[in-house]
Structure formats: C-alpha cells, structure tokens
C-alpha cells in the first residue's frame, strides 16, 4: 500500500524583502507521522510553518496539506490544528473560558466544545481546575491545554511550534507521550524543537539551515550517514586542545562538548597512538544527533 501523504512542499520559497527566509524547500510527510523540523534560531522553521498553515503566502512553490492548498484558506484551517511558537492562550481566562473561546474561532457549538474539552483534558492528563486561570498554571499544564485548544475541531495535522520550550524536564517527556498518542491515532504531528533528545524521537527529521532543509532522514540513518566511520568520545587533560591535536596528527576531528570532546576518526591508528601518548580517557559511542547536528550546520543552534 501507498502510503497517504499528508503534507507535501515543493519548491517553497518566502522572501521579506531581499531577505530569503525560506529558500526553495521540499519535502512530503505520510499521515501518522511525527516529522521533525530542527534548526538554529532563525532558519526558517517558523516561517515554514505558518506558511503551511495558510497564515502567510509563499513568494513561489507549491503547498499542500491535508489535501487542502492554501488558495482555499477555510478548508486548510478546518483541517489543521497550530499551536504557536508563542503562548497561544490568553492568560487572563481561565482554562475552561479558554477553551470555549477556541471552539467559538471553530465555530463548534458550545456543547460540542464541552464535551471535545472534557476529552481532549483527560487525554493530555490535565490535572487542574479548568476554573483557574490559565497563568495560574505551571507551563506543562498550560502547553497541555494549549494543545488541547489546537486539536478541539480534530484536526489531521497538527503543528507543534516548540510546544515544550520552557517547560520542565518532566513536562517535557509527559507532552511527548502524547504526541505518540496523537501519531498512533493516524494524526499527522509536525513539530519543531531545540531539544535533541525530543529529536530521537521523530520519525524523521528535517535539518534547516538559513533557510534551506541540509538533510532529511530518521535519525538513525541521518547519525549513520553523517558518521560512517568510528566515532568516540574522549577526556583530555585540562588545557590541552584535541581539536588541533587530532587534526595535526591526521587522525580525525574533534569538537569540545562541555567538558568532553566528541572524535569523528578518520585514521584509527592514529587515534590510538594518539591517545595512548596523551593518556586519553577515551571510548567508542554512537554519535548522536547533536553531533549531526555540529557537523552539518555548523555548531550554529
Ligand atoms: N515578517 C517578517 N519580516 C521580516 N523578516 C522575518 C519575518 N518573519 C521572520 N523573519 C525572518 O526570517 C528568518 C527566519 O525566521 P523564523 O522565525 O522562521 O526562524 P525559526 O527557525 O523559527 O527560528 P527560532 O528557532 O528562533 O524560532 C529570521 O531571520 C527572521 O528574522
Ligand atoms: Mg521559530
């Protein structure tokens, strides 16, 4: 079987000005996927996405989601949920005022919102009064009723702008939960974040970079396609540049991470000799997506 794409952009270009924010992308996601977008600040993942959301128009390409195109706005948004990239509440309501002010844009009936409410509440594990305000809450509660908000009228793709920036480590693992949950249900999750250990967990991944996508793939493939040689992390003595050590030495390339430094080898004896003579504390392991990450785009996060 063919699988059913649900979002597919070709050749999308968006300019402000002279400025290219967004620099003839392309890519397709299949229904039920969690498809990650990550980049620096600045890379146009943002853009992107509101552009797929019918909230901007490109300057050139082609969009479609859900199998609605831009030109025809009310079927776009009646198909996707959008949970921005800044606070999508309004502070000043509480909870349940929130979400009925969500379905009135929804034009949902107020019983219908209630009962969607009341599920989509339980579905995220909200645990408050919906009597509260919304900035009463802590941020892992708000971003559960935000998304909540954004999924009330069902949506088939929903995009998640940094849903967990912010918000405690806990939270964090507690919102991925349900975007699995969501995924599993055959929604389509498109979602963007700093974190790279959120990352791992998208089916795959879109790399950006000043505005254009630099890789594409699951990230296993993209850490073995970066990396296809052995790669190892190692503790230096203080003071001593491994960077510039490793690459005099023709036996790989290092980058400090923290307090350690992670080594593409490209010459595994060299390597060993080296950390042999310098007392290396050092040790093979997988790279990870950080470290596609410091290799394609340059260290720029
Ligand atoms: N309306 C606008 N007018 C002019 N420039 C804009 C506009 N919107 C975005 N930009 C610029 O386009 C570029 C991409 O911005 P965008 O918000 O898409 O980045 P991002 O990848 O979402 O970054 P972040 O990780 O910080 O959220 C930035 O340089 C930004 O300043
Ligand atoms: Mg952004």
């Known amino acids: ?10 050749n999308l270009s968006i300019r402000f000005g002279d400025f290219t924010a967004v620099d003839s992308i392309s890519f397709s996601v299949e229904k039920g996927e969690i498809f990650g977008f990550l980049g620096a600040n600045g ?7 509101r552009a797929l959301c019918g909230l901007l128009s490109p300057t050139a390409g082609e969009i479609r989601v859900a199998g609605a195109s831009p030109d025809n706005p009310l079927e776009l948004k009646a198909r996707i949920g959008y949970m921005s990239q800044r606070f999508t509440l309004y ?45 009463e809450l802590p941020g892992g509660a708000r971003q559960q009723v ?18 967990t920036a912010g918000v405690s480590a806990q939270a964090r693992t507690q919102f991925w939960k349900l975007i699995r949950k969501l995924a599993e249900r055959g929604k389509t999750v498109f ?13 795959r991944i879109a790399l950006m970079s000043a505005g254009r996508i630099i890789a594409l793939d699951t990230p ?8 296809p040689g052995p790669f190892y992390e190692a503790i230096a003595p203080d003071g ?7 690459l005099r030495r023709g036996a790989g390339k290092a980058e400090a991470s923290g307090l350690k430094w992670r080594v593409e080898i490209s010459d595994e004896a060299a390597w060993e000799k080296l950390a042999a003579d310098l007392r290396l ?9 950080e470290d596609v990450f410091l290799k394609l785009a340059g260290g720029k996060r």
């Open 91 to 135: 502070p000043d309501l509480t909870v349940s005022e929130n979400l009925a002010f969500a379905g009135a844009l929804r034009k949902m009936t107020p019983e219908k919102t209630q009962t969607r409410s009341a599920e989509l509440l339980e579905f995220t594990g909200f645990d408050f009064d919906i009597n509260r305000l919304v900035r």
């Open 43 to 49: 890379a146009g993942k943002t853009t992107t996405i």
């Open 146 to 163: 935000a998304l909540a908000a954004s999924v009330l009228h069902d949506p088939q793709v929903i995009f998640l702008d940094e849903p």
């Open 240 to 246: 001593l540049d491994l960077a510039a050590e490793t």
């Open 220 to 227: 296993s493939n993209l850490e073995a396609s970066a990396f």
């Open 1 to 10: 079987m063919t699988p059913e794409i649900s979002v597919s952009v070709r």
């Open 191 to 203: 979602v963007t974040t700093h974190y790279m250990d959120e990352a791992e967990e998208c089916g």
């Open 281 to 289: 504390e050092a040790h093979r392991v997988k790279p990870t997506l």
